[in-house]
């Protein structure tokens, strides 16, 4: 079984709003400062005044790996995966998987969200963009 | 404070596997080992500074080690700043000691994640596990990929750090690991998480690690034999996670190196040998770029041909290093200063009379430099 994410008061509206076919990110009211992960403050103004937006979709590969071998087993059956750094085009980075052959992976390219269900938590992958 | 505080003794346990021994007794072995270096009694010391041991959390584990040697410090605990530890407690002790603070204080370090739990090292990011985002090696890889795309540097250049630091720590009858390797052998390792294989991942090992630091009136004084100045000292930090980190092929190196190159008065062609932290090998080759050995992006071709090795243009990690010696998060690179600058290193650059010294902790997160010269 995948390890489930902990959703806590502060976190619950970013995986109700996957669950809802979003990718939900916060933005601050006070300075416009947008970011992932949930935070109770903006950490570039310290204000607590903050909103959630729905994410466009688009996005950019800042960064890749591939495990080839698993640290936990719950993905012992699924290496060798690739966990990547996503810039979105709106600014919040995120850690996600982008579904593509690992010798199409670079970075800078630009990828699509895709919401998968994966054993029965939604996620926010990526495929490249202009690919299915 | 250029050159008034020195480190009068080091002093290390055995590096490997030390199955039945607590990072306490550890830590008691290393500084008893220290103070016979610097021949200077304990009743002496009155500061204890301790890195806290990474594998299992104790509360207060300053005081538990103070008790175990009992001294009764006038300053002292414990400082996490993962592997920048040591250098920023060696900094710590030396501003305390400027300012009349303490007199003689012990800096120790010990670990047993290789016969206890390596569970740090391998622990999840958060709600990000399910991803499979896991590990300390996954984070470096991140940066190392990023590294190579953008300025073209290859496995082969990182190969040349693994390389060198087996060379170095097969000559070292202390090294965990004592077997060299050649860029082929490198290129065969296991893949662990691309673009690392295992010759690119520092040890996992138990052992501790301890120096003792004094003003240089103080070890005149004493009659310690073999005293080594501390010339500068600086540290940098950045507290963004990989992922959030705006620019991840600059390191808080840099704003380190900066401080303590200014404060030794010295400039990376003053430097004769380093020992410079190597958790993993892009950690060496980035931490070149960012100390202005070279210009950001020409770490690869900075490293080819064999630079770092005893020899070399400018030799590092002279006695093995995380990948060689033990993968102790930092200290050991100290003692290697040290020897260094006495003369009495298995690999001994000749004539050698600057060495620099590079600490660092988490994914990059934190780092601390140490420049070391002569009487």
Redesign the interface.
């Known amino acids: 079984m995948l390890p489930r994410p902990e959703v806590t008061p502060l976190t619950e509206p970013y995986w109700s709003g996957l669950a809802a076919g979003e990718l939900r990110f916060q933005r601050c009211h006070a300075c416009g400062n947008a970011w992932l992960p949930a935070r109770d403050q903006c950490p570039r103004c310290l204000s607590g005044s903050r909103t959630w937006e729905v994410a466009s979709g688009g996005g950019r590969i800042i960064s890749w790996v591939v495990y080839r071998q698993a640290v936990h087993e719950a993905f012992a059956e699924r290496v060798p995966y690739n966990v990547a750094i996503v810039e979105l085009d709106e600014g919040p980075r995120l850690i996600t998987n982008v579904d593509a052959p690992e010798e199409d992976l670079a970075i800078e390219l630009p990828v699509r969200l895709r919401i998968d269900e994966d054993d029965g938590v939604f996620l926010p992958r990526f495929t490249l963009a202009g690919r299915r | 404070m250029r050159g008034d505080v020195v480190i009068a003794g080091i002093g290390h346990t055995a590096f490997g596997k030390l199955p039945g021994r607590s990072p306490t007794s550890m830590n008691v072995e290393a500084v008893r080992n220290a103070l016979a270096d610097a021949r200077v009694e304990k009743e002496a010391v009155d500061a204890v500074f301790v890195k806290y041991p990474t594998s299992g959390h104790v509360p207060m584990y300053g005081q538990v080690v103070a008790e175990a040697l009992g001294v009764q410090p006038r300053i002292g605990g414990v400082w996490d700043q993962g592997g920048a530890t040591n250098i920023s407690m060696l900094s710590f002790a030396a501003m305390a000691i400027a300012h009349g603070q303490c007199d003689v204080a012990v800096v120790t370090t010990a670990d047993n994640p290789r016969t206890g739990t390596r569970q740090a090292y391998?622990r999840?990011?958060?709600?990000?596990?399910?991803?499979?985002?896991?590990?300390t090696p996954?984070g470096y890889?991140?940066?190392a990929?990023?590294h190579m795309?953008?300025f073209g540097t290859t496995h082969e250049h990182l190969g040349e750090i693994a390389v060198a630091a087996r060379r170095h720590g097969a000559a070292n009858p202390d090294a965990q690991l004592r077997s060299a390797i050649t860029l082929e052998d490198f290129a065969r390792s296991?893949?662990?998480?691309?673009?690392f294989c295992r010759d690119d991942c520092c040890l996992i090992s138990d052992g501790a690690a301890a120096i003792v630091v004094m003003s240089k009136e103080r070890a005149r004084q004493l009659g310690v034999p073999a005293p080594v100045p501390v010339l500068g000292f600086g540290q940098g930090q950045t507290s963004w996670e990989?992922?959030?980190r705006p620019t991840?092929t600059e390191t808080a190196a840099a704003v380190s190196a900066r401080t303590a190159f200014a404060m030794a008065g010295v400039r990376p062609e003053d430097v004769d040998v380093a020992q410079l932290y190597d958790c993993f090998t892009i950690t060496v080759l980035m931490t070149l770029e960012d100390y202005g050995f070279c210009t950001k992006g020409q770490g690869g071709p900075f490293v080819a041909g064999g630079t770092l090795q005893l020899g070399g243009g400018l030799p590092v990690n002279t006695s093995g290093g995380l990948l060689s010696e033990t993968g102790m998060p930092g200290m050991q690179l100290v003692l290697e200063g040290v020897r260094q600058m006495r003369g009495t290193s298995a690999n001994q650059v000749a004539g050698a009379r600057t060495c620099v010294v590079s600490n660092q902790g988490g994914i990059m997160h934190t780092h601390s430099t140490l420049v070391l010269g002569q009487e």
């Open positions: 391998e999840a990011w958060g709600d990000d596990a399910v991803f499979g985002w896991f590990g996954a890889a991140m940066i990929r990023r795309e953008e296991r893949p662990v998480v691309d673009p990989v992922a959030q991840l």
